[in-house]
């Protein structure tokens, strides 16, 4: 893919939103994923060599669209592609935007890169490229390898969905129960991996664009509102997650009035909607706590710890439970936090269930004990940014006297 035009640049703001819908329906027409993707490209070299010289259109992406239409009818017009498939293809209007099925081939491009017969690895990448126009080489940054090695995972997705039969559709009934949450794990993933402390950002944007989309697209399914309302809730504080030195702050040490006060309010009203308590929904509903606290005093432990209660026994899983003893810690003391750690053995020796530990123990007034933990927390990290974040929580619990007031601090970022 050509690398895309700079912020500001019209054909970049057009892309955005019309690069996606050109290809789904290219693919919906055509039935040939490499021909829709080479049309879209075509049609927006097409418009950065001739926009600049004759001025954008009214309609831009419909501009677009027939670009990519016209230079797909001279393809199959010259590989004489069967007169069906020229047909079909000739009907698409200059002014797609307004087709209604339009918004119906978006929705079957994510549900056919997300396809459960793909690698978890592939779909996120696949739904990048394809869906988001993101560049080959950034992706492959994100995932450690190289851009050719990149390119032929892409390659290979495509070929699996093209012999596999794999239907451009989205499923229906029980089907659909059955995928949308693949679906949403691919989202949620894309969101980490922009979230995380050495992510890409602009993945984290992504992931929050395309679940307004499904949102949009699919607004009797609880579970999208709520994906939706939790990438808000998080989102909202990304300024304020780091301190002057670019150090990593936890929830209880950020500036509040740096938060996304705007993002918070819109993810209060989408949760709002939500009457269903599924996995993301609880997630939602926690980050909404935190979100929506005056300050970390007055955070509803409470009502965390009861959403974590119902997460668990929905959703089993270490991570889960080592929230859980955090919450349950801060609602009704240490004693039954670590108590409730002492139960997740599969994080035994991992640095943040020794974080947990520590703060917890140093709660308790253990001043030492705690300092050793976060030292062994610290040791065992994953980056120098989270070690001597560790390390510096293990020289204040040093210094530490036993009046000082518990801080709070393995909270999340």
């Keep these: 893919m050509r690398n895309p035009p700079a912020d500001g640049d019209p054909v970049a703001a057009a892309a955005v939103g019309a690069y996606p819908r050109i290809v789904a329906t290219l693919i919906r027409v055509t039935g040939d994923w490499a021909l829709a993707e080479d049309c879209a490209q075509d049609a927006l070299a097409a418009a950065l060599e001739r926009w600049p010289r004759d001025g954008v259109p009214d309609n831009p992406g419909g501009w677009l669209m027939t670009a990519?239409?016209?230079?797909?009818?001279?393809v199959l017009r010259r590989a004489a592609v069967e007169r069906r498939k020229l047909q079909e293809i000739a009907v698409l209007t200059p002014a797609e935007e307004a087709v209604p099925g339009e918004l119906d081939d978006r929705l079957r491009l994510?549900?056919?890169?997300?396809?459960?017969?793909?690698?978890?690895?592939?779909?996120?990448?696949?739904?990048?490229?394809?869906?988001?126009?993101?560049?080959?080489?950034?992706?492959?940054?994100?995932?450690?390898?190289?851009?050719?090695?990149?390119?032929?995972?892409?390659?290979?997705?495509?070929s699996k969905i093209a012999a596999a039969g794999?239907?451009?559709?989205?499923?229906?009934?029980r089907a659909l129960t059955e995928r949308l949450p693949g679906v949403l794990a691919v989202l949620y993933l894309l969101f980490t991996q922009g979230y995380n402390a050495d992510g890409e950002p602009a993945f984290a944007d992504e992931a929050i664009r395309l679940a307004r989309l499904v949102e949009r697209?699919?607004?009797?399914?609880?579970?999208?509102?709520?994906?939706?309302?939790?990438?808000?809730?998080?989102?909202?504080?990304?300024?304020?997650?780091?301190?002057?030195?670019?150090?990593?702050?936890?929830?209880?040490?950020?500036?509040?009035?740096?938060?996304?006060?705007?993002?918070?309010?819109?993810?209060?009203?989408?949760?709002?909607?939500?009457?269903?308590?599924?996995?993301?929904?609880?997630?939602?509903?926690?980050?909404a706590c935190h979100?929506?606290?005056?300050?970390?005093?007055?955070?509803?432990?409470?009502?965390?710890?009861?959403?974590y209660d119902r997460l668990?026994?929905?959703?089993?899983?270490?991570?889960?439970?080592?929230?859980?003893?955090?919450?349950?810690?801060?609602?009704?003391?240490?004693?039954?936090?670590?108590?409730?750690?002492?139960?997740?053995?599969?994080?035994?020796?991992?640095?943040?269930?020794?974080?947990?530990?520590a703060d917890l123990t140093g709660r308790l007034g253990e001043h030492a004990r705690a300092a050793?933990?976060?030292r062994r927390a610290a040791a065992?990290?994953?980056?120098?940014?989270?070690?001597?974040?560790?390390?510096?929580?293990?020289?204040?619990?040093?210094?530490?006297?036993?009046?000082?007031?518990?801080?709070g601090g393995a909270g999340a970022s």
């Design 217 to 287: 697209l699919m607004p009797d399914q609880p579970e999208v509102p709520a994906l939706l309302a939790l990438f808000l809730f998080q989102h909202s504080r990304r300024a304020a997650r780091r301190g002057a030195d670019g150090e990593l702050l936890t929830l209880d040490r950020q500036d509040r009035g740096r938060w996304d006060h705007a993002a918070i309010a819109e993810a209060v009203e989408v949760l709002r909607r939500v009457t269903a308590d599924g996995p993301y929904a609880l997630q939602a509903r926690i980050a």
């Design 380 to 407: 065992a990290a994953h980056s120098d940014e989270e070690r001597r974040a560790l390390s510096a929580r293990a020289d204040e619990w040093h210094l530490r006297g036993s009046t000082d007031a518990p801080d």
């Design 166 to 173: 794999i239907p451009f559709r989205v499923p229906a009934g």
């Design 291 to 307: 979100a929506t606290a005056p300050s970390p005093d007055l955070t509803d432990w409470a009502r965390i710890a009861a959403c």
């Design 372 to 374: 050793e933990l976060f």
């Design 312 to 357: 668990a026994a929905a959703q089993p899983s270490p991570v889960i439970e080592l929230n859980r003893a955090v919450a349950h810690g801060y609602a009704y003391g240490p004693r039954e936090g670590l108590a409730l750690l002492a139960a997740v053995r599969a994080l035994d020796g991992h640095p943040h269930a020794l974080a947990v530990e």
């Design 68 to 74: 990519a239409r016209n230079r797909a009818v001279d």
């Design 110 to 158: 994510i549900f056919t890169c997300c396809h459960p017969a793909l690698p978890l690895e592939a779909r996120v990448a696949l739904t990048l490229r394809t869906i988001c126009a993101v560049p080959t080489a950034d992706i492959a940054r994100a995932f450690l390898v190289t851009e050719s090695a990149m390119t032929r995972r892409l390659t290979r997705a495509k």
